[in-house]
């Protein structure tokens, strides 16, 4: 077994899987580290999701977390598939079809899982960020960046299902001042 500790990383220095010494503080290592971040909040999110379809979907996206986290450490093979981002997509829709369409701003809350499912989502935006970042100095694959952008709307939207079939309405946002 490998040992955890390697003792490279003490000057702020990390080695990815391409075997290339890179700075920790570097775009390419914020853009992994976000990913591992929102695989984390994911995690606490299935901890607490009691719905099998949720977990289901949820553990299926933390090994696409894994996969684009691959790519980006140096294993070029491991492009995000156009058909991840379209099962996004259609699991947006359907869950959209049961939902009440929105006419204003809603706060993030609710239940305790969909906040933390809100919480998942402002990580994953923080990730694309973090991701974008990095492709304007080395071209990252369409799909990837679809795949973490359509991610956030996927967690959007699952939070809001998880609101409703918990009978938990939705607060909007309300202006607090005037113009």
């Known amino acids: 077994m490998v040992k955890i500790y390697t003792k490279t990383g003490d000057r702020g220095k990390t080695i990815s899987f391409d075997q290339t010494p890179t700075s920790k503080n570097s775009l390419r290592i914020h853009a992994v580290g976000s990913l591992d971040e929102l695989n984390s909040v ?49 699991q947006i829709d359907h869950w959209q079809s049961e939902l009440q369409p929105l006419t204003q701003f809603i706060l993030p809350g609710g239940t305790i899982l969909a906040a933390q499912i809100h919480y998942a989502r402002t990580v994953c935006r923080r990730a694309e960020r973090h991701i974008v970042a990095y492709h304007e100095t080395e071209s990252l694959p369409a799909t990837n960046l679809e795949y973490i952008n359509r991610l956030s709307d996927w967690l959007f939207v699952l939070a809001r299902m998880v609101n409703a079939r918990g009978n938990t309405a939705e607060d909007t946002w309300v202006r607090t001042t005037q113009k």
């Not at 790519?71 to 492009?79: A, F």
């Open 42 to 90: 994911l995690g606490m999110v299935i901890s607490q999701a009691e719905n099998s379809e949720i977990t289901r979907w949820l553990k299926i996206i933390q090994a696409d977390l894994f996969q684009f986290g691959s790519y980006l450490s140096g294993k070029k093979d491991e492009v995000m598939p156009l058909r991840r981002v379209n099962q996004l997509e259609m």
